[in-house]
C-alpha cells in the first residue's frame, strides 16, 4: 500500500497531471477532445478537463435497471464507440450482444446472441456503421468482419476480398484513416499455438480489398507474451504504443510509413487500462484496498524526449530477405554447364548469364537459368507444375503472388527466345496420369 501511494504522489508531482476517485472497473469512452465518459454499475460519470486538469461534470443514475447480461459483469470488459448521433454503444465480450446508451439509460438493441468468437476483436464505427473486425473464439483466429444491421438487429457477415490475413487476426493495432483501415502486429492461432504475423494489411473499407503492404519493421518481431505487457491506444500523434513500466514511447504513423521513438520517465506508470482524450493521456491507479479508481491524466507531448524515427514497413529487410534467397541459389547454379547432342536437333550452351547457339545468344536471369536448368536435367525433359512454384514461394508473397510471378518468368522467357530464334522452348500440357496436373516440357529440339 505505501509503494502504491508513493508511485500517485510521484506522478502527481509532475506539474501538468491531474486526478480523481471514481468507483472501480468503471468503462471509460472517450466522447471529444475534451470530455469523456465513465460508465459503473450506478450510472454514468461525465468527465471534463478544465485547465488541463480532470474534472467530474455531473454523475446521472441510470433512469432503468441495467439490462440482466450487464449485472455480474465488469463494465471494463466492455468495448466502446460513439455514434455521430451521440448514442454510446457497448459491445459484449466476444460480440454478438449489443448495447446503446441514450437518454440516461442501457438498453439491449439487437436481436442475436453472445458469439464468443471475436474476442480481441476490434469495435469500430464507420460512416455510422458499426464494425466488428477479427478476434478469437472457439480455439482459432479469424478475420472475419461483421456489420451490425440496424434493421434486423442481428450481425451481418461482411465478405472481403484480396490478400486477406486468412490465419486470423488476434491483438492487433489499428488505425483508421478516411476509408483506410490499417491492421499491424499481432499474432495468430495454428493448432493451439500462437504465432507472429510480421506483416502490414490494408483493408479499403468501400471496396472491402485488402492488400499486404510488406513487412513491418523487424522491432515488431518479439515475443508473443509481451503483447499481454502492451498499451496501445489511438491518438491525434498515432498509435501510442508503449510497453508496461518502461520509458521507451512509440507514435507510429501508418500513413507516413512511420515510428517516432520517445522516451518519458513519468510514463512509466501508465496501465493497460489508459486511453486518449484529444492531446491528452488518462490512466487509472487502483486503490490497494481495490474498493476505488483513480484517474490520472498528463499532456500527450510533454515529458517526451525524442530519440529518433524508423519505417514502419522496413524496406530495407525486405531487399535482405530477396537477396538472401536468390543468392542462395544462385551459388547452387553457377558452374553446371550441359552440352548434349541428337540429330536433327538444336545444340544451345547454357550457362548461369546466357543462353547461346544458332550463332545467338539470349541472355538470362537466374530465375530462367534456374527453369531451364532443372527441365535439362530431367531424365524425361519434363517437370511438373509445384516444383516451379516451390521456387517463387517467398513468405512475403501471397499464393497467388507467387502463380504469377512463377507464369511471367516462363512466359517472358518463351516470348524472347521465340523472337530471337523462332522456336517455343518451353511447353505446358496436362499430365497423363492426372488432367488435372499441368507439366512443363523442354522443346524435344532442343538439347543443353
Known amino acids: 500500500m505505501k509503494r502504491f501511494f508513493c508511485l500517485i504522489i510521484l506522478f502527481f508531482t509532475v506539474n501538468l497531471v491531474s486526478q480523481i476517485s471514481t468507483e472501480p472497473r468503471q468503462l471509460y469512452v472517450a466522447k471529444d477532445s475534451v470530455s469523456f465518459v465513465g460508465l459503473g454499475k450506478e450510472g454514468v460519470n461525465t468527465f471534463v478537463f478544465d485547465d488541463g486538469r480532470i474534472k467530474l461534470e455531473q454523475f446521472q443514475k441510470y433512469s432503468m435497471p441495467i439490462p440482466k447480461e450487464l449485472e455480474y459483469m465488469d463494465f471494463d470488459g466492455l468495448s466502446g464507440v460513439f455514434g455521430a448521433n451521440g448514442k454510446l454503444y457497448l459491445l459484449y465480450p466476444g460480440g454478438g450482444i449489443l448495447f446503446e446508451y441514450h437518454n440516461n439509460a442501457i438498453r439491449r438493441i439487437d436481436n442475436s446472441f453472445a458469439h464468443r468468437n471475436q474476442f480481441s476483436g476490434h469495435f469500430f464505427i464507420y460512416k455510422n456503421n458499426l464494425y466488428l473486425l477479427g478476434g478469437y473464439g472457439y480455439w482459432k483466429t479469424n478475420s472475419l468482419l461483421t456489420r451490425f444491421n440496424f434493421n434486423s438487429k442481428e450481425w451481418d457477415y461482411v465478405q472481403t476480398l484480396g490478400q486477406i490475413p486468412s490465419d486470423g487476426i488476434n491483438e492487433a493495432s489499428f488505425f483508421l484513416d478516411k476509408n483506410i483501415l490499417t491492421v499491424f502486429d499481432f499474432y495468430y492461432r495454428v493448432n ?10 490494408e483493408l479499403d473499407l468501400e471496396s472491402l480489398m485488402w492488400e499486404k503492404k510488406g513487412s513491418l519493421n523487424r522491432s515488431f518481431y518479439d515475443d508473443i507474451e ?6 496501445r491506444f ?3 500523434l498515432g ?6 513500466g518502461k520509458e521507451t514511447v512509440r507514435f507510429i504513423n501508418p500513413s ?3 515510428i517516432k521513438i520517445y522516451s518519458s520517465d513519468p510514463l512509466r506508470l501508465l496501465t493497460l487500462k489508459s486511453f486518449s482524450v484529444g492531446n491528452r493521456i488518462v ?3 487502483l486503490s490497494a484496498d481495490r474498493s476505488f479508481e483513480v484517474l490520472l491524466s498528463r ?3 510533454e515529458g517526451l524526449k525524442y530519440e529518433g524515427e524508423e519505417f514502419l514497413t522496413n524496406d530495407y529487410d525486405l531487399f535482405i530477405s530477396y537477396f538472401g534467397i536468390v543468392g542462395v541459389f544462385c551459388l547452387m547454379l553457377v558452374g553446371f554447364v550441359y552440352i548434349k547432342t541428337k540429330n536433327n536437333s538444336y545444340y544451345f550452351i547454357l550457362s548461369n548469364e546466357s543462353l547461346t547457339g544458332l550463332n545467338k545468344s539470349l541472355q538470362i536471369s537466374q530465375d530462367e537459368y534456374f527453369i531451364l536448368k532443372l527441365l535439362s536435367d530431367s531424365k524425361s525433359r519434363e517437370v511438373e507444375n ?8 517467398s513468405p512475403e508473397l501471397s499464393e497467388d503472388a507467387c502463380i504469377k510471378r512463377k507464369n511471367k518468368a516462363i512466359s517472358d522467357l518463351n516470348n524472347r527466345f521465340a523472337k530471337l530464334h523462332g522456336l517455343e522452348i518451353i511447353l505446358k500440357r496436362a499430365k497423363k496420369s492426372d488432367s488435372r496436373q499441368v507439366l512443363y516440357v523442354l522443346n524435344e529440339k532442343i538439347k543443353f
Do not use: H
Open 386 to 393: 509445384a516444383y516451379f512454384l516451390n521456387y517463387f514461394k
Open 226 to 231: 509481451k503483447k499481454s505487457r502492451e498499451i
Open 234 to 236: 489511438k491518438t491525434p
Open 256 to 258: 507516413k510509413n512511420s
Open 299 to 301: 499532456d500527450l507531448s
Open 283 to 285: 490512466t487509472t491507479q
Open 239 to 244: 498509435v501510442f504504443q508503449k510497453s508496461l
Open 192 to 201: 493451439d499455438i500462437d504465432q507472429k504475423n510480421n506483416n502490414l494489411y
